[in-house]
């Protein structure tokens, strides 16, 4: 029986051993579980026994522009497909960052300090909530709801139905990514009750929301109506369900143009205004939205606003077309031109990169804040302010875009991993920028930034929760540093190869909950080798970019050139040659020269002519120190 015992332990232990010993990779004990389980797999494709939740929310909601308030009641379905029976909720009110004792990792105005959500009524399952409960517990956390040992659990592969009214004052003086721009424009996110993410992870995730760390969403279905004053135009996630009783009849056939159009239409011009009601109906109006498949639900209103639109074609083979549209303050101007850059990025990310036909119907620009103030996504919305630049327009635009597929359409958590969508969403913007406007302005410091902050103690490695970096070291692990890995992951791959591993990772795990080791294996795979020299400094380990040139040696050919990898993140080498006739010449090598951990390499340059002077340029990642980059030869 003994031997028994130590034999089955010892069999345990060489299959546990075994599957983990198909990668050199770290794996925090909470992630291996996955593996153990089925639901993720070594080749990065989802386990055979992969599973997401999701529901499906129907929502009346109601704006009242004078007193800054969103009142709401919805009705939730939240279906179970996990094996778990769960006898606990959690709910997240996103607006109790603005309640007065919460932490948060942003400053907000002390007049929008609130007692948090207003909840009015909460049943589940028919059962009224009672907040005193003894039967089981009801906390308020951070900005969760959670509800344990309630007596109604949710069965495996089963549905609850949640019930739920409430209000919230849209904040007047802080804007975090959302807010009030004047009486009538708002943009309204983070608003509505949602059932937070149950993974095969975690379970439950609880992490508050701070104001820093965003989007982690199952994918969702909305149904959803909002009301506001006559003459307040409203434009959501979704599609407009009811435009024909809602908008003036010159105005709705301007709307339906757009529609098709390859040019941007003026659907609503200052003209427009000045000749009337741009609505129909009564004192208050309906709009009503659908939307399927989407991890949220946001909307914007405005009155006086103008509103361009147009349409790109995303699938040649299907001709379907995706409606872009901006809406703006009549007093920003360059405005004019942002339904263009947004039908433009459309087509960018739909046929270039990443290459995948946009998921959704449409995408709103809307334009909160008049002067700066940077960019936000949500689904089929943005929330930009107005850059100092035409590059930077251009810039935001299709960044936040962009995030259409990174964090929504992929599902990725970006509490945990922000790179996950920040760096594809950096990675994304350049090129279309410079093509447009090649006058830099847009992140054109990115590099320099990046160079200068890696080494620094607040720079975690990538792997680190995000909500665990509070300090300035965030974004740069954000965004800097990720989409210089990408950018140096494409160089090594090329782009055949490294689009081919993109499009697999992203057409595998849309619309589920991809973590860093679904992205690592997958190129593993496509690439058809081990990354794990690549990966574990750029994303595993703290550390910096640094090639110095230590010595250049004449030969018979020519020189012999050693450049040294002073830090530890492997980089290419761009080498510019300047000969004793002040010609120039370049050479680049990717940052596989790197791949068995050399420390050093020798670079033959075969020439006839006189080196003068070499210099390690830095056009592709970072270089922390430039002062041994230039070797010159006497
Ligand atoms: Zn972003």
């Avoid at 009503?288 to 639900?297: L, R």
């Avoid at 945990?416 to 992140?443: I, S």
């Avoid at 954000?478 to 490294?498: M, S, T, V």
């Amino acid at each position: 029986m003994k031997n028994r015992t130590v034999f089955l332990l010892l069999a345990a232990l060489f299959i546990a051993g075994n599957i983990f010993s198909q990668t050199s990779l770290y794996i925090p004990r909470n992630i291996q579980r996955a593996y153990e389980k089925g639901t993720r797999s070594f080749d990065g494709k989802p386990g055979k026994n992969y599973w997401t939740n999701s529901a499906d929310y129907t929502i009346k909601a109601e704006l009242v522009p004078s007193e800054n308030k969103v009142k709401g009641h919805a009705w939730i379905t939240y279906y179970n497909n996990s094996p778990d029976s769960l006898s606990q909720y959690v709910i997240r009110l996103y607006g109790d960052v603005f309640r007065k004792g919460n932490s948060r990792d942003f400053r907000i105005s002390p007049d929008d300090l609130t007692d948090g959500v207003s909840i009015d009524s909460l049943t589940i399952n028919g059962i009224g909530i009672n907040f005193q409960s003894k039967e089981y517990r009801v906390m308020r956390t951070g900005t969760n709801l959670i509800i344990s040992n309630f007596p109604k659990k949710i069965g495996k592969r089963d549905f609850s139905k949640i019930e739920i009214q409430w209000s919230i004052q849209i904040p007047k003086n802080t804007r975090i990514r959302m807010g009030a721009y004047s009486d009538t424009a708002f943009y309204v996110a983070y608003w509505y009750p949602q059932v937070a993410v149950y993974d095969d992870i975690d379970g439950w995730d609880r992490v508050d929301y701070n104001g820093m760390v965003e989007f982690y969403n199952d994918i969702n279905n909305y149904d959803v109506e909002i009301t506001v004053p006559k003459e307040v135009l409203v434009w959501a996630t979704g599609q407009l369900q009811n435009s024909k009783e809602l908008l003036r009849g010159d105005i709705y056939n301007k709307y339906q143009a757009a529609q098709e159009s390859d040019e941007v239409v003026r659907i609503v011009t200052e003209e427009d205004y000045k000749s009337g009601s741009v609505t129909l109906g009564n004192e208050n109006n309906v709009w009503k939205f659908k939307a399927d498949k989407v991890p949220d639900f946001s909307f914007a209103t405005a009155k006086g606003y103008l509103w361009d639109g147009a349409s790109a074609e995303v699938d040649y083979s299907s001709g379907r077309r995706v409606f872009t549209d901006a809406v703006y303050s009549p007093e920003v101007k360059g405005w004019d031109e942002v339904a263009f850059f947004a039908k433009l990025s459309v087509e960018y990310l739909s046929h270039e990169w990443p290459g995948i036909p946009f998921p959704y119907p449409k995408i709103t620009t809307f334009n909160g804040e008049k002067s700066g103030g940077g960019g936000m996504e949500t689904p089929m919305m943005c929330n930009n302010g107005k850059s100092p630049s035409r590059a930077g327009q251009i810039g935001v635009t299709l960044h936040e875009i962009a995030h259409t597929y990174f964090p929504f359409y992929m599902g990725t958590n970006e509490r945990k991993y922000a790179w996950m969508d920040e760096g594809w969403a950096t990675f994304f913007t350049p090129e279309l920028v410079k093509r447009l406007e090649d006058q830099g302005g847009y992140r054109s410091d990115d590099s320099q930034m990046l160079s200068f902050m890696l080494g620094n103690e607040n720079l975690l490695p990538l792997v680190t929760p995000s909500y665990a970096a509070k300090t300035q070291g965030y974004s740069i692990m954000a965004y800097q540093q990720p989409a210089a890995a990408y950018n140096i992951l494409r160089d090594f791959l090329g782009d055949e190869l490294f689009r081919k591993a993109l499009q697999e990772y992203m057409n595998l795990w849309n619309g589920k909950h991809p973590i860093p080791y679904d992205f690592f294996f997958t190129f593993d795979r496509i690439a058809g080798e081990d990354l794990s020299w690549f990966w574990k400094p750029w994303f595993f380990e703290s550390g910096w970019a640094d090639l110095a040139i230590t010595s250049a040696k004449k030969t018979t050919d020519g020189y012999e050139v050693q450049v040294n990898n002073v830090g530890n993140y492997p980089v290419p080498i761009d080498l510019k040659i300047t000969f004793d006739d002040n010609t120039e010449e370049t050479l680049h090598k990717t940052a596989s020269v790197w791949k068995k951990g050399e420390k050093e390499i020798s670079i033959s340059l075969d020439t006839e002519k006189k080196i003068k002077k070499l210099e390690l340029d830095r056009l592709l990642g970072p270089d922390s120190n430039f002062s041994n980059n230039v070797f010159e030869i006497k």
